[in-house]
């Protein structure tokens, strides 16, 4: 079987970046999105390029802190008001910083797990039950090669990707029995500035992973796309 054409897909962190083109992939295939973000200035942007292109009916948005349960309920609330039903959420709410150990400090490393682990958990929670209420709906969670190969400065950064790797694991266990599939997808480097980097011709870019992550709600429900890496490839 497969998922309904047109589908309901709630992408956090999608201002800018990876999730601003997940956004515009899925729009662009015939979804309804909702983005949200915790800058305001970045989501006001991006709903207006947004709406410009594919209608205002199609993509809405709010401010959201992922960090905050009651911030997330919030924002799936004004969702569902909208939309009336979640077949999609995409975790892609993340932060991230190349520091050695000895030179994190304690919020630091905080803020790092509460956005890119607790938030995913928050958002989890909080669809659940939409998602339960459909015969096919689908959970991808944007990982990172980090979440395997670990680098010198990356211990709050490679903590929480193979955090989430296991947590995807896990709740793809406990919710296959509903029909609610659960992905994670792991990036290479992509040319989103990431510790400061500069971007080279050779790096991934966000709508590569965004193509990825359209393709994984797309496919029959008979198949799950547990995990997914993406490598860059350096020109020869």
């Known amino acids: 079987m497969k998922p309904k054409?047109?589908?309901?897909?709630?992408i956090t962190g999608s201002t800018q970046g990876?999730?601003?083109a997940i956004a515009r992939e899925f729009l662009?295939?015939?979804?309804?999105?909702?983005?949200?973000?915790?800058d305001e200035t970045n989501l006001d942007i991006a709903l207006k390029d947004l709406s410009a292109l594919f209608g205002s009916e199609?993509?809405?948005?709010?401010?959201?802190?992922?960090?905050?349960?009651?911030?997330?309920?919030?924002?799936i609330k004004k969702s569902v008001g909208h939309f009336g039903s979640i077949d999609v959420l995409v975790?892609?709410?993340g932060i991230g910083f190349v520091t050695p150990f000895e030179e994190i400090t304690p919020d630091q490393w905080a803020e790092?797990?509460?956005?890119n682990l607790t938030g995913v958990y928050n958002c989890c929670r909080a669809t659940l039950p939409w998602l339960k209420d459909n015969k096919i709906s689908d959970i991808v969670n944007l990982g990172s090669r980090s979440g395997r190969y670990a680098y010198a400065g990356?211990?709050?950064?490679?903590?929480?990707?193979?955090?989430?790797?296991?947590?995807?694991?896990?709740?793809?266990?406990?919710?296959?029995?509903?029909?609610?599939?659960?992905?994670?997808?792991?990036?290479g480097i992509v040319a989103t500035g990431f510790g400061g980097s500069d971007p080279q011709d050779w790096f991934l870019s966000p709508s590569d992973v965004a193509k990825v992550v359209a393709d994984i709600i797309a496919?029959?429900?008979?198949?799950?796309?547990?995990w997914v890496e993406i490598r860059p490839s350096r020109p020869q």
């Open 91 to 93: 975790n892609n709410a």
């Open 219 to 226: 496919s029959d429900s008979r198949a799950n796309v547990n």
């Open 28 to 38: 662009e295939r015939g979804h309804n999105v909702y983005i949200c973000g915790r």
């Open 18 to 20: 990876i999730g601003l």
């Open 154 to 187: 990356g211990t709050g950064y490679n903590t929480t990707k193979f955090g989430l790797q296991g947590f995807t694991e896990a709740l793809f266990l406990d919710l296959n029995q509903y029909g609610v599939r659960v992905s994670l997808v792991a990036p």
């Open 112 to 115: 790092i797990i509460d956005v």
């Open 5 to 10: 054409k047109s589908r309901n897909a709630i």
């Open 58 to 75: 199609k993509v809405r948005g709010s401010i959201c802190d992922v960090r905050s349960l009651k911030s997330v309920e919030e924002m």
